[in-house]
């Protein structure tokens, strides 16, 4: 199976492919309500200044929405996934969920006494 055929890694949006991001945007998918700075930071293990970076860039492309306000006299930044971004991050996944069956069937076809490593590289819908 040629990459020209299938394209896959076209599909692997350089937004999200870098780990910080993909963390971000993970944390952010399995939130219902937004994430304030300081939740985000603390389950990204990220700075303050490296999580604002990566922050900014997601803002940049429309995939989160950044909202600031006060409470308390306090400052209060809360991040959500906006409907595209969380629509180009299932796009995302698909793409590497992709790349990553090809690549394990690729190695399993190379050691016939190999099996698949990981159940979720079963056919989707099986």
């Excluded at 692997?12 to 930071?41: G, T, V, W, Y």
């Amino acid at each position: 199976m040629s990459i020209k055929q299938n394209n896959l890694y076209l599909g692997l949006n350089k937004i999200f492919h870098e780990p910080s991001r993909l963390a971000i945007m993970s944390a952010l998918c399995r939130s219902i309500d937004p994430l304030s700075f300081s939740q985000l930071k603390e389950e990204c293990e990220l700075t303050d200044g490296n999580l604002s970076s990566h922050l900014k860039m997601l803002e940049d492309a429309g995939v989160v929405a950044i909202n600031k306000s006060s409470a308390n006299s306090k400052p209060r930044t809360e991040i959500s996934l906006t409907e595209g971004g969380r629509e180009s991050f299932i796009d995302y996944l698909k793409a590497l969920e992709g790349v990553l069956r090809n690549a394990a069937e690729a190695i399993v076809a190379e050691n016939k006494d190999l099996s698949l490593p990981f159940s979720w590289l079963k056919p989707i819908g099986v």
